[in-house]
């Protein structure tokens, strides 16, 4: 039997600003409503699939902020704002940046929203009116199409289409709380049904090998380029770790089962730390595996089978991902129509389980939960729905999730040495090795320090230097430089700002000025 296990991680980075209690971009709650409750809701209809999510601690702590209504959002404020009292710099603000959706699966499918995106393009004079409709369309266009068209009240704003008032427009926000305060008590009823299971990643979502030490990038990749400061902090890991473990007890009364290492980024010198854990497996790409068993060759049957990692800590389940399917869901397939998409999809599974006759294998489907279904027709639902469809109907394959498999199928092969690592390329280049990334990495290692120095001189750590030190550690920031960094790069240097300000220091001069200059 071919056992098919998706799972969908879910992320996004720590926008809050830790002294203004500011979300400095509107992206977790515009997720919240497009992504992370239908992804999980749409399983209703299809009682036969299970699957895994992967809930990053740090993006459900900044949902909660938006449901404790303790978090501002000059996105969400300007939404609510009335269209007459806007002044002409809000004006420009909403122009800039209320069309920030994909225009040909989005915008283009309202005809009202399209209206105002060529009016905008053509330099055109906005009426009240237009502000007015663009306020309520970008929220109503980021709303997933599963809640536009099962609650009446976005249903029928969708129907009227233009010309709303201004009580209709508080009714499309306030709705947005309502989905934000459903995504984490229906992830744990589904969870209690036991056809979904609920995986981790590290709190802040850090690469876990670099913070052990950034010398780990040589060992995935000897021409790796080292910042001039070697960062090596193993403590922080296991504090990662740890707070991530028990945000996840305390929100589902469990301990987590599973553990998607952010960025799939893996080495051996962190496995200790998540044995010591409560985590029973991990998930990564399968070029760690790969490299790790020093085959040249991709090989199904090696590639779809757990594997143990039997160390003096314990031992500890991996799975790794078909990289080649999951990059097909994430980045191919929203170009074709669905019936094709589906259909090639399921071609692949047949062709593997013809390949393997009477034999148990897992195939494993790792990729983000959230990105890709922009850029799809329908935010993805006829395709998912399609394909979930499909899968409940074939008597070839059987979804599962890993707790599932393991539980029947214990792994009865393991990994001696596992290799360093990440989904991007089997390395760490997307995180170091290039100026601006190097960059960073000393400019952490500074502040890092200064906590280090706090110790040796017995002085109070206020736990808010921690926290800032350990967002700053999140990999977005290192992930965007030397890209389009000008947002991450601003938010990477107001947390470690704010560090130096928590601590009581003056902060220090580079970080007025992005990295580049």
């Known amino acids: 039997m071919l056992y098919l296990a998706f799972i969908f991680h879910m992320h996004q980075p720590y926008y809050k600003d830790l002294l203004t209690q500011e979300a400095t971009l509107p992206w977790v709650r515009l997720h919240g409503i497009k992504d992370y409750l239908d992804m999980v809701k749409v399983l209703e209809r299809y009682p036969l699939v299970h699957q895994t999510f992967n809930l990053v601690p740090s993006l459900l702590e900044q949902i909660e902020d938006y449901t404790n209504r303790n978090i501002k959002d000059k996105f969400f404020s300007l939404s609510y704002k009335e269209a007459v009292s806007l002044t002409q710099e809000e004006e420009h603000f909403i122009l800039e940046n209320f069309f920030s959706i994909n225009r040909e699966n989005v915008i283009s499918r309202f005809p009202r929203y399209y209206e105002l995106y060529c009016k905008k393009e053509y330099q055109q004079v906005f009426s009240q009116q237009d502000y007015l409709d663009l306020q309520v369309w970008f929220n109503l266009a980021w709303t997933d199409p599963y809640f536009r068209n099962s609650i009446p009240e976005l249903k029928s704003l969708v129907a009227k289409g233009r010309f709303f008032r201004e009580e209709e427009k508080h009714v499309a926000l306030d709705k947005q ?6 995504i984490i008590p229906t992830y744990k009823k589904f969870m209690d049904s036991g056809k979904v299971e609920f995986s981790v990643s590290p709190y802040y979502h850090p690469i876990l090998p670099l913070l052990y030490n950034t010398n780990t990038a040589k060992e995935a990749n000897n021409k790796s380029i080292l910042p001039k400061l070697k960062f ?3 403590e922080d890991v296991g504090a990662q770790i740890a707070q991530a473990v028990k945000f996840y007890r305390d929100r589902f009364g469990v301990d987590p089962c599973g553990m998607w290492p952010s960025e799939e980024g893996v080495s051996e010198h962190i496995l200790p730390f998540i044995i010591n854990s409560p985590i029973k497996w991990i998930v990564t790409d399968e070029a760690v595996l790969f490299k790790s068993l020093k085959l040249n ?28 399917l999951s990059d097909l869901i994430g980045f191919v397939y929203h170009r074709w129509k669905a019936e094709v998409a589906v259909t090639d999809f399921m071609g692949h599974l047949k062709n593997t389980s013809l390949a393997f006759p009477r034999e148990d294998l897992l195939l494993t489907i790792a990729m983000d939960g959230e990105n890709a279904w922009e850029y799809y027709v329908n935010d993805g639902h006829d395709f998912l729905e399609l ?5 409940s109907e074939c008597e070839f394959v059987k979804t599962t999730t890993i707790r599932e498999y393991l539980k029947d199928h214990p792994p009865t092969r393991e990994i001696k040495r596992l290799a360093a690592g990440s989904w991007i ?48 550690e999140g990999s977005d920031w290192f992930w965007w430089y030397g890209d389009n960094q000008a947002d991450f790069d601003r938010l990477f240097r107001l947390h470690l700002a704010n560090f130096y300000a928590i601590i009581g220091k003056d902060i220090p001069a580079y970080l007025k000025r992005p990295l580049s200059s």
């Open 232 to 234: 090596s902090h193993p």
């Open 297 to 324: 060759k991709r090989d199904g049957r090696v590639l779809y089978q757990p594997y143990l990692l039997r160390r003096k800590e314990g031992d500890l389940n991996i799975v790794f991902r078909d990289r080649n």
């Open 425 to 472: 390329y089997g390395e760490f280049s997307k995180w170091i090795n290039h100026p601006l990334k190097n960059k960073a990495w000393d400019y952490l290692s500074l502040a890092r320090q200064e906590l280090e120095e706090m110790k040796v001189k017995n002085l109070k750590i206020p736990e808010l230097a921690w926290k800032q030190i350990y967002v700053a």
């Open 387 to 391: 394909l979930y469809q499909r899968l």
């Open 177 to 182: 709380i309502e989905i934000l305060e459903d």
